[in-house]
C-alpha cells in the first residue's frame, strides 16, 4: 500500500486538506479530490497549458507538479477567479465579449494565465500579450480573439 500525506493548502480562498501519494498530481487533487473539475488536463506534458492553475499569484501547470508541493501555498483555479457573488471577473468577462472561446477545452488555462500576465503588465503590446499566451494552445479559435479578449480585459481592469 502507498503512503499517503496530509496537503493543507488554500485553494480559491478557502482552507482545504486532502490525503494523497506522494505521486499525486496537483491536476489529479484539484479535479479527483476536490472536484474542481474546471482544471483540465490535455497533453500531462506540460506542453498545451489547459491545466494551469495559478499558484500563489503565478500561473504553473498543475499537470507538472506534485500536489506535495502546493502545500502551504494559495491556488486559484478558474472556479476561483469568479467574485464571490459569482460575478465573472474582467478577464472571463472580456473571453464571452470578444468570443475568446470556441470548443472552451483550453479557456480555463487561457482565463488563469490571462489573470496572471495583466496583474504583471495592465497595458499589454500585442507582442506582450502573444509573448504572455504562447504557453498556452488553442486548437480552435486561431487566437485573433483571445488577443483582442486580454486587450478588452485590460480595458476593463483599468475602469475598474
Known amino acids: 500500500m502507498e503512503e499517503t500525506f496530509e496537503i493543507a493548502l488554500t485553494v480559491n480562498g478557502v482552507h482545504r486538506t486532502a490525503r494523497a501519494p506522494a505521486r499525486r498530481l496537483l491536476s489529479d487533487l484539484l479535479r479527483h479530490d476536490l472536484g474542481l473539475t474546471g482544471t483540465h488536463v490535455g497533453c500531462e506534458h506540460g506542453v498545451c497549458g489547459c ?26 483555479t478558474v472556479e476561483g477567479l469568479a467574485g464571490p457573488d459569482g460575478a465573472m471577473s474582467p478577464v472571463q468577462r472580456a473571453f464571452r465579449e470578444c468570443h475568446g472561446l470556441q470548443c472552451g477545452f483550453c479557456t480555463p488555462g487561457f482565463l488563469c494565465t490571462v ?16 509573448e504572455g499566451i504562447s504557453g498556452n494552445l488553442c486548437r480552435c479559435t486561431g487566437y485573433q ?16
Open 115 to 130: 489573470t496572471a500576465l495583466l496583474r504583471e503588465t495592465p497595458r499589454p503590446t500585442d507582442e506582450e500579450v502573444v
Open 145 to 160: 480573439n483571445i488577443v483582442k479578449a486580454v486587450h478588452r480585459a485590460a480595458e476593463l481592469l483599468e475602469e475598474s
Open 51 to 76: 491545466c494551469t492553475v495559478l499558484l500563489d499569484g503565478d500561473p504553473v501547470r498543475s499537470c507538472l507538479m506534485f500536489a506535495v508541493t502546493a502545500a502551504g501555498h494559495e491556488i486559484t
